[in-house]
T-cell receptor
Framework: NAGVTQTPKFRILKIGQSMTLQCAQD?????MYWYRQDPGMGLKLIYY???????DKGEVPNGYNVSRSTTEDFPLRLELAAPSQTSVYFC??????????????FGNGTRLTVT | AQKITQTQPGMFVQEKEAVTLDCTYD???????LFWYKQPSSGEMIFLIY??????QNATEGRYSLNFQKARKSANLVISASQLGDSAMYFC??????????FGAGTRLTVKP
Protein backbone atom coordinates (compact mmCIF):
# COMPACT_ATOMS: atom_id res chain seq x y z
CA ASN A 1 0.00 0.00 0.00
CA ALA A 2 1.84 3.09 -1.25
CA GLY A 3 -0.35 5.73 0.49
CA VAL A 4 0.33 9.23 -0.88
CA THR A 5 3.01 9.43 -3.56
CA GLN A 6 4.55 12.70 -4.66
CA THR A 7 6.84 13.26 -7.61
CA PRO A 8 9.42 14.61 -8.11
CA LYS A 9 11.28 14.62 -4.78
CA PHE A 10 13.48 17.55 -5.76
CA ARG A 11 13.34 20.16 -8.51
CA ILE A 12 15.20 23.32 -9.43
CA LEU A 13 13.36 25.81 -11.62
CA LYS A 14 14.46 29.02 -13.24
CA ILE A 15 12.36 32.14 -12.70
CA GLY A 16 9.45 32.17 -15.11
CA GLN A 17 9.41 28.44 -15.79
CA SER A 18 6.36 26.31 -15.10
CA MET A 19 5.96 22.83 -13.71
CA THR A 20 3.45 20.38 -12.32
CA LEU A 21 3.89 18.61 -9.01
CA GLN A 22 2.26 15.23 -9.10
CA CYS A 23 0.32 13.64 -6.26
CA ALA A 24 -1.44 10.29 -6.23
CA GLN A 25 -3.11 8.31 -3.45
CA ASP A 26 -4.31 4.74 -3.46
CA UNK A 27 -6.47 4.82 -0.32
CA UNK A 28 -9.67 5.87 -2.13
CA UNK A 29 -9.76 9.10 -0.12
CA UNK A 30 -12.12 11.79 -1.34
CA UNK A 31 -10.27 14.69 0.29
CA MET A 32 -6.89 15.85 -0.97
CA TYR A 33 -4.73 18.84 -0.05
CA TRP A 34 -1.66 20.78 -1.08
CA TYR A 35 0.46 22.57 1.51
CA ARG A 36 3.71 24.48 1.34
CA GLN A 37 6.24 24.66 4.14
CA ASP A 38 8.79 27.44 4.11
CA PRO A 39 12.03 26.89 6.08
CA GLY A 40 11.41 26.76 9.84
CA MET A 41 7.71 27.46 9.39
CA GLY A 42 4.41 25.65 9.61
CA LEU A 43 2.32 24.37 6.74
CA LYS A 44 0.21 26.75 4.71
CA LEU A 45 -2.76 25.41 2.75
CA ILE A 46 -2.61 26.18 -0.96
CA TYR A 47 -5.62 24.31 -2.38
CA TYR A 48 -7.80 21.41 -1.41
CA UNK A 49 -10.40 19.17 -3.00
CA UNK A 50 -13.33 17.28 -1.50
CA UNK A 51 -13.84 15.10 -4.55
CA UNK A 52 -13.27 14.74 -8.27
CA UNK A 53 -14.19 17.94 -10.07
CA UNK A 54 -14.29 20.07 -6.88
CA UNK A 55 -11.46 22.30 -5.70
CA ASP A 56 -11.21 25.19 -3.24
CA LYS A 57 -8.61 27.81 -2.43
CA GLY A 58 -6.72 27.70 0.82
CA GLU A 59 -4.66 30.40 2.52
CA VAL A 60 -2.02 30.96 -0.17
CA PRO A 61 -3.42 30.05 -3.63
CA ASN A 62 -1.81 32.82 -5.70
CA GLY A 63 0.60 31.54 -8.33
CA TYR A 64 -0.82 28.01 -8.28
CA ASN A 65 -3.52 26.01 -10.02
CA VAL A 66 -5.01 22.60 -9.36
CA SER A 67 -7.32 20.15 -11.01
CA ARG A 68 -8.99 16.97 -9.77
CA SER A 69 -10.21 14.81 -12.61
CA THR A 70 -9.94 11.52 -10.71
CA THR A 71 -10.20 10.45 -7.07
CA GLU A 72 -6.59 9.28 -7.10
CA ASP A 73 -4.74 12.27 -8.56
CA PHE A 74 -4.40 15.90 -7.50
CA PRO A 75 -1.66 17.71 -9.46
CA LEU A 76 -0.45 21.18 -8.49
CA ARG A 77 0.58 23.52 -11.30
CA LEU A 78 3.06 26.36 -10.83
CA GLU A 79 2.89 28.99 -13.54
CA LEU A 80 5.70 31.54 -13.99
CA ALA A 81 7.78 30.36 -11.04
CA ALA A 82 9.09 33.03 -8.66
CA PRO A 83 11.78 32.82 -5.93
CA SER A 84 8.99 33.23 -3.34
CA GLN A 85 7.73 29.79 -4.36
CA THR A 86 10.91 28.14 -3.12
CA SER A 87 9.51 25.77 -0.51
CA VAL A 88 8.74 22.18 0.38
CA TYR A 89 5.39 21.10 -0.99
CA PHE A 90 3.32 18.44 0.73
CA CYS A 91 0.33 16.63 -0.68
CA UNK A 92 -2.09 14.96 1.73
CA UNK A 93 -5.31 13.00 1.66
CA UNK A 94 -7.99 11.98 4.12
CA UNK A 95 -11.03 9.80 4.43
CA UNK A 96 -14.29 11.71 4.17
CA UNK A 97 -16.56 9.38 6.13
CA UNK A 98 -15.65 10.55 9.64
CA UNK A 99 -15.63 14.30 9.01
CA UNK A 100 -13.46 16.33 11.33
CA UNK A 101 -12.11 13.17 12.98
CA UNK A 102 -10.03 12.11 9.99
CA UNK A 103 -6.31 12.78 10.12
CA UNK A 104 -4.42 13.74 6.99
CA UNK A 105 -2.03 11.26 5.44
CA PHE A 106 0.96 13.02 3.94
CA GLY A 107 3.29 12.32 1.07
CA ASN A 108 7.03 12.73 1.59
CA GLY A 109 7.15 16.17 0.02
CA THR A 110 8.72 17.86 -3.00
CA ARG A 111 11.58 20.26 -2.37
CA LEU A 112 11.39 23.04 -4.95
CA THR A 113 14.01 25.73 -5.49
CA VAL A 114 13.39 28.66 -7.85
CA THR A 115 16.50 30.57 -8.90
CA ALA B 1 -6.72 35.78 11.91
CA GLN B 2 -4.42 33.06 13.16
CA LYS B 3 -6.46 29.99 13.97
CA ILE B 4 -3.76 27.89 15.61
CA THR B 5 -1.13 29.40 17.88
CA GLN B 6 1.97 27.65 19.15
CA THR B 7 3.85 30.13 21.32
CA GLN B 8 6.98 28.05 21.96
CA PRO B 9 9.37 28.17 18.99
CA GLY B 10 11.75 25.80 20.79
CA MET B 11 11.71 23.59 23.85
CA PHE B 12 14.35 21.52 25.63
CA VAL B 13 13.70 18.50 27.82
CA GLN B 14 15.92 16.06 29.61
CA GLU B 15 15.70 12.45 28.49
CA LYS B 16 13.10 10.49 30.50
CA GLU B 17 11.35 13.68 31.65
CA ALA B 18 7.88 14.78 30.57
CA VAL B 19 7.30 17.84 28.40
CA THR B 20 4.24 19.88 27.46
CA LEU B 21 3.92 21.61 24.10
CA ASP B 22 1.34 24.39 24.02
CA CYS B 23 -1.37 24.95 21.46
CA THR B 24 -4.31 27.36 21.46
CA TYR B 25 -6.91 27.63 18.76
CA ASP B 26 -9.72 29.86 17.61
CA UNK B 27 -13.00 28.72 16.12
CA UNK B 28 -16.70 29.44 16.34
CA UNK B 29 -17.61 26.05 14.89
CA UNK B 30 -18.97 23.70 17.61
CA UNK B 31 -17.63 20.64 15.79
CA UNK B 32 -13.91 20.47 15.18
CA UNK B 33 -10.96 18.17 15.49
CA LEU B 34 -7.54 18.88 16.93
CA PHE B 35 -4.45 17.00 15.77
CA TRP B 36 -0.77 16.81 16.59
CA TYR B 37 1.87 15.86 14.04
CA LYS B 38 5.57 15.14 14.43
CA GLN B 39 8.08 16.13 11.77
CA PRO B 40 11.55 14.62 12.31
CA SER B 41 14.60 15.99 10.54
CA SER B 42 13.93 13.60 7.66
CA GLY B 43 10.90 15.74 6.82
CA GLU B 44 7.91 13.42 6.82
CA MET B 45 4.72 14.32 8.69
CA ILE B 46 3.68 11.73 11.26
CA PHE B 47 0.21 11.80 12.82
CA LEU B 48 0.39 11.41 16.62
CA ILE B 49 -2.93 12.03 18.30
CA TYR B 50 -6.46 13.36 17.78
CA UNK B 51 -8.99 15.10 20.05
CA UNK B 52 -12.58 15.82 19.04
CA UNK B 53 -14.45 18.86 20.30
CA UNK B 54 -17.20 16.68 21.73
CA UNK B 55 -14.88 14.14 23.35
CA UNK B 56 -15.36 14.08 27.11
CA GLN B 57 -12.00 12.52 27.91
CA ASN B 58 -8.50 13.64 27.00
CA ALA B 59 -6.99 11.58 24.20
CA THR B 60 -4.03 9.30 24.87
CA GLU B 61 -1.79 7.32 22.52
CA GLY B 62 1.07 5.54 24.23
CA ARG B 63 3.44 8.18 25.62
CA TYR B 64 1.40 10.98 24.04
CA SER B 65 -1.57 12.59 25.73
CA LEU B 66 -3.57 15.66 24.94
CA ASN B 67 -4.54 18.12 27.67
CA PHE B 68 -7.77 19.47 26.20
CA GLN B 69 -9.29 22.52 27.90
CA LYS B 70 -12.24 23.47 25.72
CA ALA B 71 -13.27 26.64 27.55
CA ARG B 72 -9.72 27.98 27.27
CA LYS B 73 -9.43 26.72 23.66
CA SER B 74 -6.20 24.93 24.35
CA ALA B 75 -4.99 21.50 23.28
CA ASN B 76 -1.54 20.93 24.74
CA LEU B 77 0.49 17.86 23.85
CA VAL B 78 2.15 16.02 26.73
CA ILE B 79 5.00 13.64 25.96
CA SER B 80 5.93 11.44 28.89
CA ALA B 81 9.31 9.75 29.43
CA SER B 82 11.02 11.66 26.60
CA GLN B 83 13.37 9.76 24.34
CA LEU B 84 16.16 11.03 22.09
CA GLY B 85 14.05 10.04 19.11
CA ASP B 86 11.37 12.52 20.18
CA SER B 87 13.59 15.39 19.01
CA ALA B 88 11.61 16.88 16.13
CA MET B 89 9.24 19.66 15.09
CA TYR B 90 5.74 19.28 16.48
CA PHE B 91 2.71 20.83 14.83
CA CYS B 92 -0.74 21.40 16.22
CA UNK B 93 -3.56 21.46 13.67
CA UNK B 94 -7.32 21.97 13.61
CA UNK B 95 -9.96 20.69 11.27
CA UNK B 96 -13.37 22.37 11.06
CA UNK B 97 -16.45 21.43 9.11
CA UNK B 98 -15.26 23.17 5.96
CA UNK B 99 -12.89 20.23 5.61
CA UNK B 100 -9.59 22.03 5.43
CA UNK B 101 -6.92 21.60 8.11
CA UNK B 102 -4.86 24.51 9.39
CA PHE B 103 -1.52 24.20 11.16
CA GLY B 104 0.34 26.18 13.78
CA ALA B 105 3.89 27.43 13.29
CA GLY B 106 5.33 24.50 15.20
CA THR B 107 7.58 23.87 18.20
CA ARG B 108 11.05 22.41 17.86
CA LEU B 109 11.65 19.94 20.67
CA THR B 110 15.17 18.91 21.60
CA VAL B 111 15.67 16.02 23.98
CA LYS B 112 18.96 16.19 25.90
CA PRO B 113 20.74 12.99 26.96
Amino acid sequence: NAGVTQTPKFRILKIGQSMTLQCAQDMNHNYMYWYRQDPGMGLKLIYYSVGAGITDKGEVPNGYNVSRSTTEDFPLRLELAAPSQTSVYFCASSYSGTGVRSPLHFGNGTRLTVT
Amino acid sequence: AQKITQTQPGMFVQEKEAVTLDCTYDTSDPSYGLFWYKQPSSGEMIFLIYQGSYDQQNATEGRYSLNFQKARKSANLVISASQLGDSAMYFCAMRENNNDMRFGAGTRLTVKP
